[in-house]
């Protein structure tokens, strides 16, 4: 690991709850293999290309982390009928490219959500997506959804930006077309990959950060069960995640 940088970033509102301010720890590195991001990931780091990244916030404690347990996890009643709506959904895993097809659909969704949530612009050109969401990493992985059209050629709906560890898969990001906005595609999503990280054996699904009181968020704590790390420890301390009660029915 050949760490480039690292700093810390002062934001003057929180993206999830906005009458705070936010802080990030942030280190731009190379050569991270899939061991080394995984040791990552149980003390609270996510990645977006060469980006590390974890909360650092002094007055705030609401991003916490949270992981499913594979091997004990069931679909809940929610879940199947998400997982009927999308029988007909193609789910096809590979490692993440740059294309147009991706770009519109990026594109699309982003200005839906622009207008709906009033979320700032952001139109990423080939490069700066190739930066955020395929950069090279041995890690890197990229569930691709694919609906087939009147003409039965498939087209691209949903792109689901993944790292894959030895002992997990952790969810990086998530975009889809919003005219198939029923389809819950976000949560089929992670579905998806929970399918794949039981196929696989693999002990957990990170689901990134859970931010209780905000609503965009809260369908992360209904994939159970979960454990949550409860602190922000160093390298040379054992992450000390907790495993929670059952809620769902």
């Known amino acids: 690991m050949r760490i480039l940088r690292t700093l810390v970033h002062e934001a003057n509102e929180c993206s999830y709850l906005h009458d705070r301010p936010s802080s990030l720890d942030t280190i731009l590195a190379l050569d991270v293999s899939q061991e080394r991001l ?18 650092r916030c002094a007055s ?14 069931t679909p809940s009643r929610s879940q199947r009928r998400v997982l009927n709506q999308n029988a007909d959904v193609e789910v096809r ?3 993440p490219k740059v294309t147009r097809d991706r770009l519109a659909l990026y594109g699309k969704w982003h200005a839906f959500r622009e207008r709906e949530r009033g979320w700032e612009p952001s139109a990423l050109d080939a490069q700066s997506y190739e930066l955020e969401f395929a950069f090279p ?3 890197g992985r990229e569930f691709s959804y694919w609906l087939r ?8 709906i949903a792109v689901g930006i993944v790292d894959e560890t030895p002992s997990a898969l952790s969810a ?7 005219e198939h906005a029923r389809r819950s595609l976000g949560v089929f999503n992670v579905l998806a990959q929970l399918r794949a ?13 859970r931010v209780a009181p905000c609503p965009s968020m ?24 907790i495993r929670q009660p059952i809620a769902s029915p």
């Not at 705030?60 to 996890?73: G, L, Y």
């Not at 990086?172 to 919003?178: E, G, S, T």
């Open 38 to 55: 995984e040791a990552m990931l149980s003390r609270g780091w996510r990645r977006f290309g060469p980006t590390y990244f974890r909360p």
């Open 60 to 73: 705030c404690s609401e991003c916490v982390v949270i992981r499913v347990i594979v091997d004990e996890w």
């Open 93 to 95: 895993v590979g490692v």
């Open 137 to 139: 990493h041995p890690a």
């Open 149 to 156: 059209d009147e003409h039965d050629k498939p087209r691209l």
């Open 172 to 178: 990086v990001y998530c975009y889809y077309d919003p």
């Open 197 to 209: 990280a039981k196929a696989a054996k693999l002990p957990y699904v990170y689901l990134g950060y």
């Open 218 to 241: 809260a369908y992360k704590a209904r994939f159970e069960p979960h454990e949550l790390l409860v602190a922000r420890p160093s390298d040379d301390e054992d992450p000390p995640w």
